[in-house]
């Protein structure tokens, strides 16, 4: 079972990957390109948030 930071590490390489690779394919002037990959990434972001939120709350709670 992959851990928080290793799913963390995948995805954002995933989306860092399709950047690139739509970029150089000269597709990432659409629209629904644009859609996806910026969606993704604010879903990551918000997985990451979520990750930081969580481990704030642990620490608190065990002091």
Known sequence: M???NTLTLIFSGL???S????GLLDIL???IVKAILFSSFTLLAIYI???L???SEN???LK
């Not at 950047?19 to 739509?22: A, D, K, N, R, S």
């Open 53 to 55: 939120l969580k481990d």
């Open 19 to 22: 950047f690139f690779v739509f």
């Open 2 to 4: 992959p851990t928080r």
């Open 15 to 17: 989306i860092f990957a």
């Open 59 to 61: 620490k608190n709670h």
């Open 29 to 31: 002037d659409y629209l």
């Open 49 to 51: 948030a979520i990750i």
